[in-house]
């Protein structure tokens, strides 16, 4: 996307021109500067004192300087180093099922041998259509015995489950929110199978490849820098883990009202008030955010070269 | 409907599509055995059983009452109570429920159509316009996508609360303006449809560069507008985090956030489970059928996105 600016173009057209880039981009830059970048240097400011609350609502308030000590109360709290212990194991599961998972489909409805390839796409995004808090809700009922299929077809078979029980609840959260997010995955990971020049793939069938082996020694690494961007999104969007267990907690012993860190957030910010907590846990988040952004590119950068 | 419309400007024309349009390529694909071929489509009539069955089980679950919810579980039938169910939905509570339905409307509606217009202008601007910074610029607004939104909720709630906006529309409204992806979606699309020389053309007809912008490219875009008014819909038909921070009052909630008080309730009002199955069956309703009348722009709104 080089500059389409004709040399013809005189000096006042080239003026006129950056004045209108400025109408067009600034009403957008005013709002992004407003709603997101101001946000974040706020954060931080807040994230530096403390706010003692000497009696009720906002005027009472006092504010002290704390320097780095709200980043101390944050990373000493037992309940806040548990919320990452949570999201990690959260993680290991989550990740591997949503990208494995979008990955398989997209390959198996790219492959010679898949027939429907739209009514196959269609059914896997159609879940992306349900609101993710609406999807957890429609999972809790599919979790709830006497009320669920699911239960219904395994007594059939003589087995129970306790999907909401503490041992399960984790793995029941993640199926909620990989059914949620599976399809969306697997259509860019379609669109970028796509995208694969013909004549490769007819290279790697000449040279007698069969589909699992094109799958798996043409067509994931020319892909790779989707995995990669898609791993990343998946990652920042993880760590975030609210609406699930926020929905959950009504129906399950296992969840604390701060079981994950942006739970912990919410906590601190509206149920305590202590918005200088709240802050540096969140700037917290961010920079476990920063850390995952930069390995997954690192390793995505390595899988490129090797 | 211009021809462009029937591909996505991103993706190389490789294939026709993936429906059942006959293709060159069909005709030379290598073919797959019949052990291959049965393994693959029983593993994606599995997945699709898994996609579709909790929407399917909703539809059923909510024609039943309170009574069948538990008593004839699962795809059991029940006595046919949709319409009971629906009438007692709207009536609850003075019709708060209806309420909420067009508090998500005006909220997805009116948001998505101001940030895809701003969008839309800014995503152009980038592509069409050459200015001192503008790479710098726009992978700064980029890093934006990689903003946890948690991060700024909490800034931003007291930056509402200190412009009196909480409890007001606007405090919904307008975070969910900018939208990076939106940006980055538009960019794509600008450099897709519409061509440099037209503008020139314009340009040599002495049509102002705003005037350009307003009636010659808007129109040109068209398809990206319905792409990314599509995803700005659901994100904020999707939102939950900002409303729940920004709103007391029931009056204001949208949808999802209404049906999220209503389950955290659930165990002191069980008689609320035929409630909420058939509020929750409503509000999915109307983003899966738009989903399926218009799956040509989500489709390329992710094509774009996979092919960087």
Same mark, same amino acid.
């Given at each position: 996307? $080089? ?65 780095? =000590? ?10 806040? &180093? ?33 027939? $429907? ?5 269609? !059914? ?22 006497? #009320? ?34 599976? *399809? ?9 199978? &796509? ?19 094109? !799958? ?7 892909? +790779? ?28 012993? /296992? ?24 802050? $540096? ?24 070269? !090797? | ?23 060159? +390529? +069909?005709? %030379? %694909?290598?073919?797959? *055995?019949? /052990? ?5 489509? /029983? ?89 001192? =910074? ?10 934006? #996508? ?45 450099? =897709?449809?519409?061509?440099?020389? @037209? ?35 659901? =994100? ?14 029931? &009056? ?22 035929? #409630? ?26 992710? @094509? ?5």
């Amino acid at each position: 996307m $080089a500059s389409r600016l004709s040399t013809s173009a005189g000096a006042t057209a080239r003026r006129g021109q950056r004045g209108a880039a400025a109408l067009l981009i600034g009403p957008f830059l005013l709002l992004f500067l407003v709603t997101l970048v101001a946000p974040i240097g706020y954060a931080a400011y807040l994230s530096l004192f403390r706010e003692q609350s000497s009696g009720l609502g906002f005027g009472g308030t006092e504010t002290v300087f704390s320097g780095l =000590g709200n980043y101390v109360r944050a990373a000493t709290n037992p309940s806040f &180093q548990e919320g990452f212990l949570h999201i990690a194991l959260y993680c290991a599961v989550y990740i591997p099922v949503m990208i494995g998972g979008a990955l398989v489909l997209a390959l198996l409805i790219d492959s010679a041998a898949a027939r $429907a390839k739209r009514f196959f796409q269609l !059914a896997a995004f159609l879940p992306h259509a349900v609101p993710g808090m609406i999807a957890a809700i429609i999972w809790v009922f599919l979790y709830t015995p006497g #009320l669920s299929p699911v239960h219904q077809a395994l007594n059939l078979f003589g087995a129970e489950a306790d999907f909401l029980g503490p041992d399960a609840i984790l793995f029941s959260m993640v199926n909620a929110a990989a059914w949620q997010w599976i *399809g969306y995955n697997m259509v860019i990971f379609y669109a970028a199978l &796509q995208a694969i020049p013909r004549e490769t793939l007819e290279a790697a069938t000449v040279d007698g490849a069969g589909g699992l082996r094109t !799958a798996w020694a043409v067509k994931l690494p020319m892909i +790779r820098s989707s995995v990669v961007l898609t791993t990343l999104f998946t990652s920042i969007g993880a760590i975030q883990l609210f609406t699930e267990p926020e929905t959950f907690r009504a129906h399950t012993a /296992g969840l604390s009202a701060d079981w994950s860190p942006t739970m912990f957030i919410y906590q601190a910010a509206f149920s305590q008030h202590d918005f200088g907590l709240a802050a $540096a846990a969140s700037l917290l988040l961010a920079l476990l955010g920063v850390v995952l952004s930069f390995v997954v590119t690192k390793l995505g950068n390595r899988w490129k070269e !090797a | 409907m211009p021809t462009l419309t029937s591909s996505p400007p991103t993706a190389p024309p490789r294939r026709t599509g993936p429906g059942p349009s006959p293709s060159p +390529r +069909r005709a %030379r %694909r290598p073919r797959a *055995g019949l /052990g291959s071929r049965t393994a693959v489509n /029983g593993v994606l009539l599995l997945m699709s059983f898994y996609m579709l069955m909790p929407v399917t089980w909703l539809l059923l679950a909510a024609t039943k009452d309170n009574g069948d919810l538990f008593g004839r579980p699962g795809f059991l039938l029940g006595d046919f109570n949709l319409f009971a169910n629906l009438a007692d939905l709207f009536a609850y509570h003075d019709g708060v429920f209806g309420r909420w339905l067009a508090n998500s409307a005006l909220y997805s509606v009116v948001g998505s159509a101001a940030s895809t217009l701003l969008c839309l202008a800014a995503g152009y601007a980038f592509d069409k316009y050459a200015f001192a =910074g503008r790479e710098k610029l726009y992978g700064f607004v980029l890093l934006g #996508l990689l903003v946890p939104s948690t991060v700024i909720s909490l800034p931003i709630y007291l930056l509402a609360s200190k412009a009196g906006l909480i409890d007001t529309y606007w405090a919904v409204l307008i975070p969910a303006l900018a939208n990076p992806f939106g940006v980055y979606l538009s960019r794509v699309f600008s450099d =897709g449809y519409v061509p440099a020389e @037209t503008l020139e053309a314009a340009r040599m007809d002495g049509a102002g560069e705003l005037r350009i912008f307003f009636s010659i490219a808007l129109p040109m875009m068209r398809p990206a507008f319905m792409t990314v008014f599509l995803f700005s819909f659901t =994100g904020s038909w999707n939102n939950f985090f900002l409303p729940l921070v920004m709103l007391n009052d029931h &009056q204001l909630y949208p949808v999802g956030l209404g049906l999220f008080t209503w389950n955290a309730n659930l165990s002191q009002y069980p008689e609320q489970y035929a #409630l909420l199955v058939t509020g929750s069956l409503v509000s999915v309703l109307p983003l899966v059928l738009a989903f399926v009348c218009l799956q040509r722009y989500w489709r390329s709104g992710l @094509t774009a996105g996979a092919v960087k």
